[in-house]
């Protein structure tokens, strides 16, 4: 996501419609994108190019993009506009609009109820987990360190998602930050494990079953 960061900060700049973006921010968005609905249901890739089409730049969804997810069938480029990252066809009329939130994630077609996310390709993370997927066996491992097991169990209703219990396993040890977590709950595509007097790990998509601490000491796997 750090090219994603990097368009971020420049949206701030951003000429107003109709004029050409910035090379920069064309350079920083180059590259192969994934289009996630928020359901669960897989996803599919899209190549944001640099080619000019004329109303944008040129964007290529990949074959099952048009089937799997039909606003990306007719989209050919790409643009933005008062910061938000455009998916548009051949004469520039908009297929959809991706906003920014604080965190960068971009989210269609709003920030409150987003049906599709837009994120770098991360090779084998092809859809969001649901809630039901998450409930399992994981091993957490700090950097340089030996993993134990964690068990994400029941789901109850909470406040903003879902939230559940976290057990850890005797390996773990007492007193280790794995055997304080308590809870697990999931915001938009991030896990987070929480415990007692502000015990917090923010995990992050790195692969297929595979999450690493936003901190970058901790990983998650299956």
């Not at 169990?153 to 304080?180: D, E, L, Q, Y």
Request: charged fraction near 20%; glycine fraction near 10%.
């Amino acid at each position: 996501m750090r090219a994603l960061l990097f368009a971020g900060a420049m949206l701030a700049a951003l000429p107003a419609a109709g004029q050409t973006l910035d090379r920069d921010l064309i350079e920083a968005m180059t590259g192969q994108w994934m289009i996630l609905p928020a359901d669960g249901r897989p996803g599919c890739v899209i190549d944001l190019g640099q080619v000019s089409i004329g109303p944008g730049t040129a964007a290529t969804p990949s074959a099952a993009c048009k089937l799997m997810i039909p606003p990306l069938a007719k989209v050919a480029g790409w643009t933005m506009q008062d910061g938000d990252t455009l998916l548009i066809d051949a004469k520039g009329a908009v297929q959809m609009r991706f906003m920014e939130d604080e965190t960068t994630l971009l989210r269609s077609p709003d920030l409150k109820a987003p049906r599709y996310y837009m994120i770098r390709r991360i090779a084998g993370y092809d859809h969001v987990p649901p809630a039901t997927e998450l409930k399992r066996v994981w091993r957490i491992a700090q950097n340089g360190k030996r993993p134990c097991q964690i068990t994400l169990g029941p789901i109850a209703p909470a406040r903003g998602g879902v939230s559940g219990a976290v057990t850890a396993s005797a390996a773990c040890g007492a007193g280790s930050v794995p055997a304080k977590l308590t809870r697990w709950s999931r915001d938009d595509l991030n896990l987070l494990l929480s415990g007692p007097n502000d015990v917090l790990l923010v995990f992050s998509p790195a692969g297929k079953a595979s999450y690493r601490a936003t901190d970058g000491k901790w990983t998650l796997t299956r």
